[in-house]
């Protein structure tokens, strides 16, 4: 019969490996979802770049779109922390903060953007998203936009949330083959004349 210390070792080891392969799922979904579009992914394809059988992709995630779900609340963290915490409102800084951010996820972002109409899961994505960067937004330029009637609230938040938004980034980045450093500083110009704006 098998020992207590042998069976709970053993037990940790099938924990591990079983933690191991959802991280190389998750890591597989991320890059595959990231490549290509959602309709060419399919979980098989997610099981072969992990090196895991299709139903252990199955038994962890469910469908498609359960994956997408499980890859957003795993990449969120790492996204959030290349935006930085919204405590200051210096435009200088907040476009270096969104250089930062976009820089490295704003391909991502976008593709998910672009394919919110594929999927339930990739809808919630995209509305999370935009939720999220309206609050970062509110938050780094609270004491601006703190005892402004409602309206103009409203107003100055929508031009702010438009501005440091991943859209203009890329615009400049791709369409107008922006530099990073050039970018950031028309950035910054443009949130320093939202906030003048009578």
Known sequence: MKSRVTRGYQQRQRSEAAAANTERILAAGAELFTRHPFDQVTLAMVAEHAEVGVQTVIRRFGTKDGLVRAISAW???????????????DPAVVAERLARHYER??????????QQDASP?????AEAG???HRDWTATAFA??????????RH????????????????VLRRDQAMSVEATRHAVADLIAACLRSP
């Open 130 to 132: 935009r939720r999220a």
């Open 143 to 152: 004491a601006e936009l703190e005892g402004l009637a409602p309206d103009r």
């Open 105 to 114: 996820w704003g391909d991502v972002t976008d593709r998910a953007i672009r």
């Open 75 to 89: 990449m969120a963290p790492q996204i959030e922390a290349t935006r930085g915490i919204p405590d200051v409102s």
């Open 155 to 170: 107003d100055l938040l929508g031009r702010l949330a438009a501005v440091c938004g991943v859209e203009l980034w890329l």
């Open 121 to 125: 899961a990739l809808a919630e994505v």
